[in-house]
């Protein structure tokens, strides 16, 4: 409860989580500390055998993205994380999966061996499962224009005549068949969507999910959420009564 008043007492305009290239003052994490405030207006789960898509509304405030992507970015250093039932995982933040949206050919065509795009792919392809963050609507326009720009990618490889090797059964995207693997209603309120989509990418393991969570079970969430970024080594600013120093640095993972 100390780092909750921590953050309560904080002006609004106070940085109080920097972690790599993410950051958040109390203004931004006011959206845990109140049950009514939401991160997201929809969510839904799909798949595909290999490459699964979490989905979350891109409607998302850019303070609530900063506080979604700075936990992913904890989540994501944690081999227990990454390690899956039915594979490893790869969890990509909202930024880049809108960049992979947005990939069309022409953007694509001056891209190298060497560039990010191209590297990023070849990441995802060593990953049985790819969990994401950005989303769609219940007609999926988002998510199919996000398989078409990993499409645009993967032929993208192709066309630089790079030699690849996949842990996916295949690459043809647009054939993909999407199965909905949850059908029932998990979520009761409008304001935690957010939340929802980070208890997926964390548990989720590839067929189902390694531990049920309710609605009931996002109070309590949020609030472990906001002491979690605030007293996180990672986290730049010091100062919170949780934190705690570590003897080795950590490693961001790029």
């Known amino acids: 409860?100390?780092?909750?008043?921590?953050?309560?007492?904080?002006?609004?305009?106070?940085?109080?989580?920097?972690?790599?290239?993410?950051?958040?003052?109390?203004?931004?994490?006011?959206?845990?500390?109140?049950?009514?405030?939401?991160?997201s207006d929809a969510a839904s789960t799909t798949s595909h055998n290999i490459f699964l898509l979490l989905q979350c509304c891109l409607t998302l405030y850019n303070f609530v993205l900063q506080v979604i992507n700075a936990y992913i970015r904890i989540l994501k250093a944690q081999p227990s994380i990454q390690a899956r039932q039915d594979g490893d995982a790869y969890l990509e933040t909202t930024y880049f999966s809108t960049m992979i949206r947005d990939d069309s050919t022409t953007k694509l065509r001056d891209q190298n061996e060497k560039s990010f795009r191209v590297v990023r792919t070849l990441t995802y392809l060593q990953?049985?499962?790819?969990?994401?963050?950005?989303?769609?609507?219940?007609?999926?326009?988002?998510?199919?224009?996000?398989?078409?720009?990993?499409?645009?990618?993967i032929n993208h490889l192709a066309y630089l005549k790079m030699k690849t090797q996949t842990k996916w059964k295949d690459v043809k995207l647009k054939e993909w068949r999407v199965v909905e693997c949850i059908n029932r209603r998990m979520q009761t309120d409008g304001s935690s969507c957010g939340l929802f989509v980070l208890k997926f990418m964390k548990l989720w393991a590839g067929s189902r999910l390694s531990s049920i969570f309710t609605q009931k079970d996002m109070t309590n969430f949020r609030l472990k959420l906001a002491v979690t970024l605030v007293d996180y080594p990672w986290n730049k600013v010091k100062g919170s009564p949780g934190y705690k120093s570590t003897d080795v640095d950590e490693a961001i993972e790029k």
């Open 1 to 39: 409860m100390a780092t909750i008043q921590y953050i309560v007492s904080a002006s609004e305009k106070k940085e109080l989580v920097h972690i790599d290239t993410y950051s958040a003052t109390k203004k931004d994490l006011q959206c845990l500390l109140e049950s009514s405030m939401y991160l």
């Open 127 to 153: 990953h049985d499962m790819v969990l994401d963050s950005m989303g769609s609507s219940s007609r999926r326009p988002e998510l199919d224009q996000l398989l078409k720009g990993l499409h645009n990618r």
